[in-house]
């Protein structure tokens, strides 16, 4: 079957899935953490879309709830609280470039081609049209644990952990129209959560090390200090 | 007849392109001064520069080698044998068959390798320093482009311009990822390549970050007619590529004399299109440094390169 004789609805989820999968990159290499949160969002919406067009192509009204709380979530809540927690922390200037971009990027462009060969025959038993999809899911979750991986912002890294679910939503929902309502709910809640409790969390480590970043975490308290202040000569 | 009206257009797309060239730089400069609220200069003021160019004595500096004198000249024919591939109204004349992409690729190699050398060998500063920072650019812009070819080629299973455009118009309209894709990265390598902002400003030579004008500098009368001649007729010949390989609706498939008249008009309104593009997004960008230029044709880069991924996992496995 070629792509031609897919129906219009089928290829648009396609190219949203395409773009979502370059909108992890660009997260991936975005250093200003304000821009990472727009593009997070961007991600939302792309995923929100896809459920969406999901629902049309086949009339199921639980795709369009899911696009609904991805919206409401993932596009609106999530990144206005990260919004408010970066002006709060005085970070909205800040920028976390990676250490090595262009290995980084490299690392990124291996890990989409290992998805799709890991992919490969789970989506040949699968009759869905958009199948394919699993393979750009895959690779989104695997981009987000990268960014979390690479990143030493703690902010950076509860991005790419959201991102990571926004790779499953859209795997759940392009292969196998959606997880059951009950499911998605519960995930929801969890995410939600989760950034309330990573917010009280970003606070009390600027509270400890006056800093998010992380590398940071590993060094006894007493060094930081010496790093900070060297002692006045004699 | 049929053969002789074929042969007359093909050697007609060629001598069309490159009097259109000046218009359509002679067009982005005017859109643009209008986006900034100037009048601007007239549209044919370009020929009128090359008029005027053309009629002034060429001063070479003394410490220039024969290959100074010889450069404007490779440049020219190589860029215009470049364009004289391109399908410009019909997919189907007797010139169709050369039009390879990669040696298409091969010949604006050739062209940049001569203004290069050109630019190093007066042996100014700013000849050095545009020289230096030319290569720097198509180091990355080069093999950005080859993916975008590539990534067609997959999808179309021909390097050749004619047989793309032909593919693209033959099949069904269908919405594609990797073309998506491969049109950003080409339109930004395109801007890349032709010395537009936010890469190079062609607008002046008084700044500092210049690329191209730095190796114009040491250059006069008709050595610098046929120079700017050749970046203007680059630029047509990006934008003439991105309407043949993503936008060739309307043109001919048949040589016949009605359709490739038709083909006309509807190809310069494409061409007014992407000039109001490249003018509105001249205004809206400030010039990069030139320590971020790598950065932006890297993002070039993976563009192209999704294309292909996202050829082989979402089109190709169908």
Known sequence: ?234 | MDRFLSLAAALLQPLLLLAAAPLLAGLVRRIKARLQNRRGAPLLTPYRDLRKLFGKEAVVARTASPLFRAAPYVVFAATLLAAAALPVFSTVLPGARIADAIALIGLLGLARFMLVLAGLDAGTPFGGMGAAREMLVTSFAEPALLLVIFTLAMTTHTTNLAGMADATLGGTTVLRPSYLFALAALLMVGVAECGRIPVDNPATHLELTMIHEGMLLEYSGRHLALMDWAAQLKLLLFAMLTVDLFLPWGLATRADPLALLLALPLLALKLALLAALLAVSETVLAKMRVFRVPGYLTLAFLLALLGLLSHVILEAAL
Not at chain 1, 52 to 70: E, H, P
Not at chain 1, 108 to 127: G, K, M, R, S, Y
């Open chain 1, 1 to 234: 079957m070629s792509l031609a004789a897919l129906p219009l609805l089928d290829q648009a989820v396609l190219v949203l899935a395409a773009m979502a999968l370059f909108s992890a990159f660009a997260l991936l290499a975005q250093s200003r953490l304000l821009a990472a949160i727009h593009v997070f969002a961007w991600q939302g919406l792309l995923v929100a879309a896809v459920a969406a067009l999901m629902g049309a192509a086949s009339g199921d009204v639980n795709l369009y709830v899911s696009a609904a709380i991805t919206l409401a979530l993932k596009v609106l809540l999530i990144p206005w609280m990260l919004h408010r927690l970066l002006r709060r922390l005085a970070l909205e200037r800040q920028a976390d470039p990676l250490a090595h971009p262009a290995l980084t990027l490299l690392a990124a462009a291996a890990i989409v081609v290992f998805a799709d060969w890991v992919a490969a025959p789970v989506a040949q038993f699968e009759h869905s049209a958009t199948r394919n999809v699993i393979a750009i899911s895959l690779a989104v979750v695997l981009l987000g644990l990268l960014m979390m991986v690479v990143r030493r912002q703690a902010l950076a890294q509860v991005l790419g952990f959201m991102a990571m679910e926004n790779g499953l939503l859209l795997a759940a929902v392009a292969s196998t129209h959606g997880m059951p309502l009950v499911v998605e709910l519960g995930v929801a809640f969890d995410v939600l959560v989760a950034m309330v409790l990573f917010g009280v969390f970003f606070l009390q480590i600027k509270d400890s090390i006056d800093s998010l970043d992380v590398d940071r975490l590993s060094q006894l308290s007493a060094s930081i200090e010496q790093d900070e202040e060297p002692e006045p000569r004699p």
